[in-house]
């Protein structure tokens, strides 16, 4: 069976994106812009209450700001996850998405989703302080996300995502790579955003950065259904999001 491919998916996730722009906003602002804006006032604060000089409070104050973005993505994200998660659910169905809709999608998931999607983000954000371990991370837990949303019955969406990727990371990564444009420029402007603490410069880059984020999603959501489609099949008019008969298969939402 034909697996979905990587310029298969952007495009999906591209054209979802800008048919939901408006919800995909309120949902960056929200997540992205108010997460960047509480982490950088977080470092200012902390820069300016402790003893450390020059490079050594830059990245201690720095590592401060992280954590408490941490935080903030690991409780918001936990909203914000699903709320995005519902644009593809829609598309799926063949249905509109609206805001309150998705707001409210996500409110209702954001009991099973917090802790699997709090674990991974921080498991991430710390493999991130040295790239590499990051990245693996990032590629292990990629289906966090779509498994916590979508599958209710689940009780360790961490360790399935290990195994559901095993066999798709280098498609992931080929996926993730495409993002890096923003990425790369974003964590070292993070090193410019501590010492500058300038608010409108750090929501503008939480905003871009969470949109990123939702697209990442956008992405990710296909490649996890796709393990589940017989793609030989007829279509399924949107009536289950599995699309297949396998035992595993995630319940329509």
């Given at each position: 069976?034909?697996?979905i491919g990587?310029?298969e998916v952007?495009?999906?996730?591209?054209?979802v994106f800008?048919?939901?722009?408006?919800?995909?906003l309120?949902?960056?602002v929200?997540a992205?812009g108010?997460?960047?804006?509480?982490?950088?006032?977080a470092t200012?604060?902390f820069?300016?209450?402790?003893?450390?000089?020059?490079?050594?409070?830059?990245?201690?104050?720095?590592?401060?700001?992280q954590?408490?973005?941490?935080?903030w993505?690991?409780?918001?994200?936990?909203?914000?996850a699903?709320?995005?998660?519902?644009l593809?659910v829609q598309?799926?169905?063949?249905?509109?998405a609206?805001?309150?809709d998705?707001?409210?999608?996500?409110?209702?998931?954001?009991h099973?989703?917090w802790?699997?999607?709090f674990?991974a983000?921080a498991?991430i954000?710390?493999?991130?302080?040295?790239i590499v371990?990051?990245?693996?991370?990032?590629?292990?837990f990629?289906?966090?996300?779509a498994?916590a949303?979508?599958?209710?019955?689940?009780?360790s969406p961490?360790?399935?995502?290990?195994?559901?990727?095993?066999g798709?990371r280098?498609?992931?990564?080929?996926?993730?790579c495409?993002?890096?444009?923003?990425?790369?420029?974003?964590?070292?402007l993070?090193?410019?955003l501590?010492?500058?603490s300038?608010?409108?410069?750090?929501?503008?880059?939480?905003?871009?950065?969470?949109?990123?984020?939702?697209l990442?999603?956008l992405?990710?959501?296909?490649f996890?259904l796709d393990?589940?489609?017989?793609?030989?099949a007829?279509?399924?008019g949107?009536?289950?999001?599995?699309?297949g008969?396998?035992p595993?298969a995630?319940p329509?939402?």
């Open positions: 069976m034909k697996r990587v310029r952007l495009q999906n996730a591209f054209s800008v048919q939901n722009f408006g919800i995909a309120f949902i960056a929200i992205g108010g997460g960047a804006v509480l982490s950088t006032v200012k604060l820069s300016d209450n402790v003893d450390f000089k020059g490079q050594q409070l830059l990245v201690v104050s720095t590592l401060f700001g954590l408490v973005l941490t935080l993505s690991g409780v918001v994200g936990s909203w914000a699903p709320a995005q998660i519902y593809w598309r799926e169905k063949g249905k509109s609206s805001l309150y998705a707001v409210n999608y996500g409110l209702n998931r954001l099973r989703v802790k699997a999607h674990s983000y498991i954000a710390a493999g991130n302080i040295v371990p990051g990245v693996l991370f990032g590629l292990q990629a289906f966090v996300d498994i949303t979508l599958d209710a019955e689940e009780k961490l360790a399935r995502s290990r195994r559901l990727t095993s798709r280098g498609t992931i990564f080929r996926t993730m495409v993002f890096l444009v923003w990425w790369i420029p974003n964590q070292l993070l090193f410019y501590a010492q500058s300038n608010l409108v410069y750090a929501a503008m880059g939480g905003v871009v950065d969470h949109m990123v984020l939702i990442v999603d992405c990710m959501v296909q996890y393990l589940f489609r017989d793609r030989s007829p279509p399924v949107g009536t289950s999001l599995a699309g008969s396998h595993h995630p329509a939402p």
